[in-house]
């Protein structure tokens, strides 16, 4: 759809990687600082829980949309547009007076993710061609995605300790400022279509919602429960909502998400194991930090510190990753990782109340983070195999909605159970066994992961072909025969 100049690929890998590290840190980074969030601000204890929820709400609702509006109106201007949206909302998170200031911050962060993180995989698959140097690029963009998210528990807590809990949201305002002086010197715009598509409004609407409707009724559960009907209304609307929204991309001239994508094993294996490594992998990064906060009795910067090795061995599964992905399919990479990291949680099962960082964590975080970084930075290749330039943001959106779907739902899902197997008691060794429990059940998934990736990714790289009834048309915007 647009006339494609790559630029220069290394700034385009940098400003890719700089803006996920930013938003990948938000996911994390906010929840050691809540505590003192709740003194400064005077949040109710139920309003808390919103902070990291509606974070998680707004982005994982909007992203279907960002990354179909990525392809209709331009990579780099959906990517700053995200990205100035994003500054802009932390500086207000930082200057917060009250709880609704704070909370209206993070939903405008989200808003602001869903449009940029689309937009940067988006440019990284137009960017580099499909091989090995794609599996290179997404290998760094993979790695550098997974430190954030790992050291946003160790900025956290550092920053909260030592700067105050208002730098959680500062942070993010001289990574932005990075991004944008790396966006304007080496990321060229797209050249406009000739004749541009309509967005799909209706299946904007539809999948907004019904992804919207589904994260809120699941991150509630915290605070009604699973057997509230309340909770049910909000899922079964979700469902009517994402089913409408099935049927009106069946029916639609230019789709929000083209079904036929799905068609592709390489596409839709992809992201299946992309959501139940995410279930997986937040489970982990929530249940450890607990552990050794309630359990332990580790104060918020010393439980950062702890996740240290857990960053390290992230980016060293993806390095490996990378490394055998460039010369064999990623299916490898996959289930090899997938196994490990359920060896890894399956260790982390076996911890004590009356353990230790040494004995209970650092070995089953290097187990884990070496598996999940052997799982991350293949999938996004999976995820692009075979999808043409013109739909790399949907392609894009559809893996980040599957990876943040993934961890919302099943880190909602997997605390249920370990508050099911405490009860009400809160001594270090009934929370020890519902995190223990938590764990388990984490292992599990990743298990379910590597049979989705034996089952379902092919044994060799194939391409997804576009429609017959979009080639013609894309070709005559970009002045070619048909």
């Avoid at 541009?196 to 699941?218: C, H, M, Q, S």
């Avoid at 890894?344 to 040494?358: Q, R």
């Avoid at 943001?393 to 880190?411: I, T």
């Amino acid at each position: 759809m647009y006339k494609n100049s790559r630029g220069r690929p290394e700034v385009v890998l940098a400003t890719a990687a700089v803006a996920q590290f930013a938003v990948a840190l938000d996911m994390s980074v906010v929840n050691v600082a809540l505590p003192a969030i709740r003194t400064a601000l005077g949040f109710a204890p139920l309003d808390l829980s919103w902070v990291v929820h509606v974070y998680a709400l707004t982005f994982g609702g909007f992203l279907l949309l960002g990354g179909r509006a990525c392809d209709l109106y331009g990579r780099r201007r959906m990517f700053v547009l995200g990205l100035a949206v994003f500054g802009l909302c932390s500086l207000v998170g930082g200057l917060a007076q009250d709880p609704w200031h704070l909370v209206a911050a993070r939903a405008g962060q989200g808003l602001g993710a869903a449009a940029a993180a689309p937009a940067a995989l988006a440019m990284l698959t137009t960017t580099f061609a499909e091989g090995p140097s794609r599996v290179r690029a997404l290998g760094v963009w993979s790695a550098v995605n997974a430190a954030g998210g790992a050291l946003g528990v160790l900025a956290g807590g550092l920053l909260t300790e030592y700067a105050g809990w208002r730098w959680v949201m500062l942070i993010n305002l001289p990574i932005v400022a990075v991004a944008f002086a790396l966006v304007l010197t080496g990321v060229p715009a797209e050249a406009s279509p000739a004749r541009r598509e309509r967005l799909d409004a209706p299946g904007a609407i539809l999948a907004t919602g019904g992804v919207g409707l589904l994260v809120l009724g699941v991150v509630r559960t915290d605070t009604l429960g699973w057997n509230s009907s309340v909770t049910w209304a909000t899922l079964a609307a979700a469902a009517v909502l994402l089913a409408a929204f099935v049927l009106a991309e069946a029916r639609a001239a230019a789709p929000l998400l083209r079904l036929g994508l799905l068609r592709s094993r390489w596409v839709a294996g992809a992201n299946v194991l992309v959501f139940l490594a995410a279930a997986g992998q937040f489970t982990a990064f929530y249940f450890v930090s607990l552990y050794m906060q309630q359990v332990l009795g580790m104060g918020a910067a010393a439980t950062g510190t702890a996740f240290l090795p857990f960053s390290v061995g992230l980016v060293a599964g993806t390095v490996v990753a990378t490394r055998v992905t460039a010369s064999r399919t990623p299916r490898v990479s996959l289930v090899s990782g997938a196994l490990l990291a359920a060896a890894g949680l399956a260790w982390f099962a076996l911890i004590s109340p009356d353990g230790s960082f040494l004995a209970d964590v650092l070995g089953p975080s290097l187990v884990t983070s070496v598996g999940a970084g052997l799982v991350l930075a293949p999938v996004a290749a999976a995820a692009t195999t075979g999808v043409a330039p013109r739909e790399a943001g949907m392609a894009s959106g559809l893996m980040n909605s599957s990876r943040q779907l993934g961890g919302s739902l099943g880190l909602a899902a997997l605390a249920t159970v370990a508050a099911h197997r405490t009860g009400t008691a809160a001594d270090p060794a009934s929370l020890n066994d519902g995190y223990a429990l938590g764990l388990a059940v984490a292992a599990a998934v990743f298990v379910l992961a590597a049979v989705v990736a034996i089952g379902v990714l092919p044994r060799r790289r194939t391409g997804t072909p576009a429609p017959r009834s979009i080639a013609p048309a894309q070709n005559r915007l970009e002045g070619t025969p048909s």
